[in-house]
Structures are given as structure tokens and as C-alpha cells.
């Protein structure tokens, strides 16, 4: 059921040019010698890759600022979508497996564990960690990467945390502590003959976040821009670098509001994200849940059943048993500018710009690369 105002948002093109399609392009069987027609040209065949992830860089906010990032509006390549919800959790799943969050099981940036809603990125909840109850490998039981292992540059602090483990298990973990080390480290793999590697910048989410769209984003933006020159000038004959985003980004500022009281009165808890916001109903209470947000919300978001999201593969096709559980009854995804608040969902600050629902400037992320042949 939707809205009768609205039509259902446009959703990730998860058998086409999406970001779940990267990895088994790049690591399948046929490798660089046969890619899919969404891949740009100047990867094919070549014999080593390097695959920079920038958090939350969609393709809208970079075609807005070209003048700030030279080196990537020189690349080949154009847009793709990320997954639904466009949100860190489970779009950087979905790059390292190639698979949609319905198959990989991280549902959300908060997911519903059945005892408790636990926070991804912490891998807990208000009461501390989760990691010996819900033990990463058993949530997310698909193997990135395709099985292999391969070197990941990340954040140095990030190494070791139940996310990490989740999403990049038995991969090689060469962590950085600045991000001029990223350009550095992969000119030494390159020289030493590895075929792939991975890497991952998260400046531009963190600003965005904190800073909103202006002066210190596009600062972040020119930031981003040399990190990717850097990596492009440290290839080797033969290599190429693709560059890519999790998600995009919209100004939301403190266009927070709480889902109506009569809505909440029908809500035993919530879980997701601020722009895709699950309900879960007190017992027996779904239909008459979606009709109440239906009504006091379809106005600012698409507000759409369990039924409908899994009917219509918003999170991908082959929804397995495990993850059917962690989904909520009624999703409020938004549509304006705004996010749904969550007393149990907050942090240490308002965040400027948000993520997680299926506008385009969260939806379109860009697929850009250069090749030293």
C-alpha cells in the first residue's frame, strides 16, 4: 500500500549497473577481460585493480562540484545505485560480498536482533557490546571478496571491530593512520605484484555529517580529490583504479521530527535509520500501524508495509529466513528533506546531512576509473 499521492520510489538496479555487481566483475571468473557494459572501458583487461571506496560521496553531490574535484571529473565513468537503505552498514556489505543486504543479512545502520536492536557500526547496543552474543560471522555468514584475500587499506582503528569482521573478514588489514599513507601503500602492493586491492576513505561522510553541504564539504571534497589523484599517480603499467561511494548525501539539518503519537502509540519499538525508519508494531497492530503512518506521513515519505519492501525486492531478491526476521512491520522512508527521530537512536551531535532512503542524491553514487596502460 502506498500513499495515494505518490508512486513507489525508484529502487537499486540490482541486476544491472549497481555497486553489489563491482566485486564479481572484478574477481570472477572472467576478471577484467569480460565486465559489464556499466564498467568503464579502461578497466578492461587490465592486470591489477585498486577499488577506492569514498563514504558517502553520491554522484549528485559530485557533479555539483566538479570545480572541486579535477582528478575525478577527468575519470571515465558515470553513476550507479547503491542498495536500499543507502546506509554505510550495509552498502559497504554489499560492495565487499557483491551481494544485496537481503542476502548478506545487515539490514540497517540499527537492526531488530530479536532480544534487542543493535547498533552496526558499535556491533551493540546502550548497554555496551554485542560482538559474544551475536558473533559476526554467524550475522553475516557470506564471505566478501568472493573468498579471497586480499589487502584492505583502512582506518588503523578500525581493525578488529565486529563490523570490520563482518564485512571484510580474511581479508589482509594494512591500516592507515593518515590518509596520505592510502596512495603510498598502494603503489607498494601494486610493485609487488597484487592483483587487487582495496581501500576506503570515510572524510566525506564524516564532513557531511558534521558540516553539512558548504565550505568545509567542498574543503573535504578537494581533500577527497587529491587522495584519488595521489592513488591514480601511484599505478603501474597496467593497473587501473576504480573509484566508488556507498551512498549520497541530503541537508537535513535539524528537519528532524518524531512519528505522530498515534503512530507511536501502535509502535512497540523502532530500528533502522533516520531516513528509513522501521516500525515495529505491538502485537496484532501492523495493518491498522501502516494505515496511521499511511496517513499522518505519506505526505513526507514512502510508507510501505513488510510485505511490500519484500514483494518488491527493495533490498534485493533472496531474502533469507534469518534476515525476514530482522525487518520491521512499516518503513518510513523518506521522501522530503527530514529525518523520522528515534529517542534510542542518537548520538553526540544533530547530523547536518543524512542518508538511508531512495531519493536520487542518496540513491545515484558514482563509478569512475583511470588505468595507467
Known amino acids: 500500500m502506498n500513499s495515494p499521492k505518490f508512486s513507489s520510489p525508484r529502487l537499486p538496479d540490482y541486476k544491472g549497473a549497481c555497486i553489489t ?3 564479481p566483475a572484478i574477481l570472477g571468473p572472467g576478471g577484467t577481460r569480460d565486465l559489464p557494459d556499466w564498467m568503464p572501458n579502461c578497466v578492461r583487461n587490465s592486470k591489477q585493480v585498486v577499488l577506492l571506496v569514498l563514504d558517502g560521496l553520491g554522484w549528485h553531490q559530485l ?3 566538479l570545480d572541486n574535484c579535477p582528478t ?5 565513468g558515470s553513476s550507479i545505485t547503491t542498495v536500499a537503505p543507502t546506509t554505510t ?3 559497504l556489505t554489499s560492495i565487499t560480498t557483491g551481494l544485496a543486504p537481503a542476502e548478506h543479512g545487515l539490514v540497517g545502520y540499527r537492526v531488530d536482533m530479536g532480544a534487542q536492536v543493535m547498533q552496526m557500526l558499535r556491533w551493540g547496543d546502550e548497554k555496551g557490546d554485542l560482538r559474544n552474543l551475536y558473533r559476526p560471522e554467524v550475522v553475516q555468514p557470506c564471505p566478501p571478496f568472493m ?7 583502512s582506518k588503523a582503528e578500525l581493525e578488529g571491530t565486529a563490523f570490520t569482521e563482518a564485512h571484510l573478514r580474511g581479508a589482509r588489514p594494512m591500516g592507515w593512520r593518515a590518509p596520505s ?3 603510498v601503500e598502494v603503489g607498494r602492493l601494486l610493485r609487488a605484484g597484487e592483483k587487487f586491492v582495496y581501500a576506503y576513505y570515510d572524510g566525506v561522510d564524516k564532513i557531511a555529517h558534521e558540516r553539512g553541504f558548504g565550505d568545509f564539504y567542498e574543503a573535504e571534497l578537494r581533500t577527497a580529490d587529491t587522495i584519488v589523484q595521489r592513488v591514480r599517480d601511484a599505478l603501474v603499467p597496467g593497473s587501473a583504479l576504480i573509484v566508488t561511494a556507498d551512498h549520497g548525501q541530503v541537508m537535513v539539518g535539524d528537519n528532524t521530527i518524531s512519528p505522530h503519537p498515534d503512530v507511536l502509540a501502535l509502535t512497540s519499538h523502532q530500528s ?14 501492523d495493518a491498522e500501524l501502516l494505515a496511521r503512518a499511511t496517513a499522518h506521513h505519506g505526505d513526507q515519505a514512502w510508507v510501505v508495509g513488510r510485505s511490500q519492501v519484500i514483494e518488491e525486492n527493495w533490498l534485493g531478491p533472496r531474502l533469507g529466513a534469518a534476515t525476514k526476521k530482522r525487518l520491521g512491520d512499516v518503513a518510513l522512508v523518506a521522501r522530503e528533506p527530514i529525518s523520522f527521530d528515534d529517542a534510542a537512536d542518537s548520538g553526540s551531535f544533530l547530523l547536518q546531512c543524512r542518508h538511508g532512503a531512495l531519493t536520487d542524491d542518496e540513491l545515484d553514487v558514482p563509478l569512475l576509473a583511470t588505468a595507467d596502460q
Open 21 to 23: 555487481g563491482i566485486i
Open 63 to 65: 557533479q555539483k562540484n
Open 72 to 76: 575525478m571529473a577527468a575519470m571515465q
Open 89 to 91: 552498514v550495509s552498502a
Open 147 to 153: 573468498g579471497a584475500s586480499v589487502p584492505v587499506l
Open 181 to 183: 599513507s592510502i596512495a
Open 272 to 285: 533502522g535509520e533516520g531516513r528509513f525508519r522501521w516500525l515495529h508494531a505491538r502485537n496484532g497492530a
